[in-house]
């Protein structure tokens, strides 16, 4: 029974385009959302992150919204760039009593073509 | 250098044999995590240690255990391998901050094959 879902396994967009990188979840206990990043043989990198108290958080070129009653979220790059391509993990979480335990999705690759 | 480091990278045991991964960090933090990581699925915790004393399971930790010899590392034990275990192994380390949910940092990670 997943309860972060990443529906889309790969993304493929133009350099300079926005990438919109999608994630649902069904426990109504999440209050706080995280983004990594994993290159090949490297371990997660931590991306941006939201609090449920927030409906958008940016970083520079990235972008994450959250829409609560939809329980959606979502991750946008603009401008894409080739290094951006990677494997994009979204993590969940409830910031209570097991603020360590992240629930991750299964995660998607982007791949960003010159 | 890494501040989250994993050894070994990449390890091929057969069924029965007793392997150990190994995770060392030099960021300070006094939590530590084991997740594997299968084709096509995210991170499943294994472990995790919130200090020297304080070791508890995770969502899958059937076949494992850990030790947590020092704040700065955690070992993950396969007593037994058996092939389904075959996996990509991460360490990640964070601290505590007591506002919203810690930011975990994530080791290399360890291909492990077991035939």
């Known amino acids: 029974d997943q309860q972060v879902k990443q529906n889309s396994p790969s993304l493929s967009v133009q350099e300079g385009r926005i990438s919109i990188l999608n994630c649902d979840y069904t426990?109504?206990?999440?209050?706080?959302f995280l983004w990594y990043k994993k290159y090949p043989a490297e371990g997660p990198t931590f991306l941006i992150s939201i609090s449920s108290i927030k409906d958008k958080n940016e970083d520079g070129r990235f972008t994450v919204f959250l829409n609560k009653s939809a329980k959606h979220l979502s991750l946008h790059i603009v401008p894409s760039q080739p290094g951006d391509s990677a494997v994009y993990f979204c993590?969940?979480?409830?910031?209570?009593?097991?603020?360590?335990?992240?629930?991750f999705g299964k995660g998607t690759l982007l791949t960003v073509n010159p | 250098d890494a501040d989250v480091t994993q050894t070994p990278r990449n390890r091929i045991t057969k069924t029965g044999k007793r392997i150990m991964l190994e995770c060392s960090q030099t960021?300070?933090?006094?939590?530590m995590y084991w997740y594997r990581q299968d084709p096509g699925l995210g991170l499943r915790l294994i472990y995790y240690s919130f200090d020297v004393k304080d070791i508890n399971k995770g969502e899958i930790s059937d076949g494992y255990s850990v030790s947590r010899q020092a704040q700065a590392k955690f070992s993950l034990s396969l007593e037994s391998a058996i092939p389904n275990q075959t996996a990509l192994y991460f360490c990640?380390?964070?601290?505590?901050?007591?506002?919203?949910?810690?930011?975990?940092?994530f080791g290399p990670g360890t291909r492990l094959t077991v035939l």
């Open positions: 960021k300070g933090h006094d939590r």
């Open positions: 426990n109504s206990m999440f209050d706080y």
């Open positions: 990640a380390t964070s601290e505590q901050t007591g506002v919203g949910t810690d930011t975990q940092y």
């Open positions: 993590a969940a979480s409830e910031s209570g009593g097991s603020n360590y335990k992240l629930t």
